[in-house]
């Protein structure tokens, strides 16, 4: 039965499969339904003896920029109560981040073609692929490190050492194609316009070699990884990330979420202000008028360099 979902399109042609992630109107914000038919569709190209190679791309203008906010702060789905269960919030996140990993699991190589923003759970999905070329221009990172998440896949470690990881994670920063290239997260940036082109030769080059080269290949690489712990550290991951979103630093994002909009939050977050320890007030009207002017003075001050 072929493959057909709600927010991850599915085609074949050429010896490749291509799983589109299709929220265009939310940058391709993750969903637990996209979650889940990320994996169904990993699942439908292994089973495809036509297929050798999987490219995962973003429809729009974006990869993809996370997790749907405006569902999961804003809305407060999946967000528990004053009571938080963590065995149920860890058995919510295992299951999404073993969807992304499928595409880690999967048999035949992947491939992910970055445009526009891979962040946050975005970035959860690239750095789940073997391979990634990113448009010079495009931006990842995982800016919920400052405040409500953990990165559950744990690629960061595995993918940049210990002290370049935790220049990305200690900080919240994202970085663009070039640094990536440039620190080895990805195997290649290229100009925008010449992404598509660029991850067509690459694929090519794999595309041509018997499925049994090209899995044998991949699970001993992979069986390095495992050896050296990836899913004790993934797990860790998992159970960190429900707890910074259930603690009091995480409940202040929910509530300023809540009460200001996901895209304000955001903005605080991401713009280095200070996140109180233990929650605190959320910042007043003034506050936030006060961030917003400095923030496009800031943006009209790099607009004229």
């Not at 589109?20 to 940058?27: E, K």
């Not at 759970?121 to 998440?149: H, K, N, T």
Request: glycine share 10%; with cysteine; aromatic share 8%.
């Amino acid at each position: 039965m072929t493959f057909i979902g709600d927010t991850v399109d599915y085609e074949v042609h050429e010896r490749r499969a291509y799983l589109t992630l299709n929220r265009p109107d939310r940058l391709n914000a993750i969903t637990a339904d996209m979650a889940r038919e990320i994996e169904e569709a990993v699942a439908q190209a292994n089973a495809d003896d036509s297929v050798r190679v999987i490219v995962v791309q973003g429809a729009g203008r974006a990869f993809c920029a996370g997790y749907d906010l405006k569902l999961y702060a804003e809305g407060g789905v999946e967000h528990q109560g004053t009571v938080w269960d963590p065995i149920k919030d860890f058995r919510m996140m295992k299951g999404n981040t073993d969807h992304f990993f499928s595409l880690w699991r999967s048999a035949k190589p992947t491939v992910a073609k970055v445009h526009g923003y891979a962040v946050a759970g975005g970035s959860d999905i690239a750095l789940s692929c073997d391979l990634v070329v990113m448009a010079e221009d495009a931006q990842i990172g995982y800016m919920p490190a400052r405040v409500w998440g953990c990165p559950t896949t744990a690629m960061w470690v595995y993918r940049l050492g210990a002290e370049r990881a935790k220049r990305m994670l200690l900080t919240g920063d994202t970085i663009d194609g070039v640094r990536a290239r440039e620190w080895g997260l990805v195997i290649d940036a290229v100009p925008a316009a010449e992404l598509d082109a660029a991850v067509e030769k690459l694929v090519d080059r794999m595309a041509g070699i018997p499925i049994n080269q090209l899995v044998m290949q991949k699970l001993m690489i992979n069986q390095a990884y495992d050896n050296m712990g990836l899913q004790t550290t993934q797990n860790f991951a998992v159970l960190f990330d429900g707890i910074t979103r259930h603690s009091p630093e995480g409940r202040w994002f929910v509530d300023f979420a809540q009460q200001h909009g996901f895209g304000t939050a955001v903005q605080w977050r991401d713009s280095g202000r200070l996140i109180p320890d233990g929650g605190g007030d959320i910042p007043t009207e003034d506050e936030i008028d006060r961030m917003k002017r400095e923030l496009d003075d800031k943006g009209a001050g790099a607009a004229t360099r």
